[in-house]
Every structure is written in structure tokens, then in C-alpha cells.
């Protein structure tokens, strides 16, 4: 399920940085014709990008990890994604979050009964 979880979450931050990306066009197109508040939907763009390169650095740790301490960073990670990337983002970051549980529980029990 470390995996899986894993997958999940490459999946959500390479499609949260095509998001981050339509956010900051939109954004970009605000500041061109001086709309109001532009520069915080660029900001939150951003920030969508940010936590979209954490999500996907944080899926591959995880995947390769036997800790769970990289799925519970993945829950944090796409929860501040969510709030700080924008709506588009956070889309993908509620897939990201599905992930980071998969990694954080995934696993535990059958390692605990072959061992």
C-alpha cells in the first residue's frame, strides 16, 4: 500500500503543477489588465507550484520508504497545498492527501505478521 500510496501522490503533484500553472496564466492575464487582487491568485500559483514539488518528492521518498514519517509529511504537505495553492490545486491535493494516508497506514500490518 507504500506504493500505491505513493503513485497516487506523483500522480496529484504532477497534475498540481499543470493546475499551478493554468493559476498562474489566470493569474498573469489579471496583472496584464490590472484586475484587483492578481497578484494574490499569481501568489497562490505559486504556491500551488511549490507544494506540487513537495507532493511529488515526498510520493517517491515514500514509495522507498519503510518509515511512515514520509506519508504523515505527504498529509501535511497536501493540506497546506490545498489552503495555499489555489482551487485548482487544491483538487489534486485532496488526491495527494488520499495518498499520504495509503502511505502512512499501508503496509504496517504485514510487515508486523511476516516478521
Do not use: E, H, Y
Not at 490590472?34 to 500551488?48: M, S
Not at 522507498?64 to 490545486?89: E, F, H, K, Y
Amino acid at each position: 500500500m507504500r506504493k500505491a500510496g505513493g503513485i497516487v501522490a506523483l500522480i496529484a503533484g504532477i497534475f498540481g503543477i499543470f493546475a499551478a500553472g493554468i493559476t498562474l496564466l489566470v493569474g498573469g492575464v489579471g496583472s496584464a489588465v490590472q484586475a484587483n487582487d492578481a497578484q494574490l491568485v499569481v501568489g497562490l500559483g505559486w504556491g500551488g507550484v511549490g507544494f506540487s514539488f513537495l507532493v511529488i518528492v515526498l510520493g517517491a521518498v515514500a514509495m522507498g520508504s519503510n518509515s511512515r514519517i514520509p506519508g504523515m509529511l505527504l498529509v501535511l504537505a497536501s493540506i497546506a497545498g490545498a489552503i495555499l495553492g489555489g482551487t485548482l490545486v487544491a483538487i489534486f491535493m485532496l488526491l495527494a492527501f488520499i495518498g499520504g494516508v495509503l502511505a502512512t497506514i499501508g503496509g504496517g500490518r504485514a510487515a508486523a505478521q511476516s516478521a
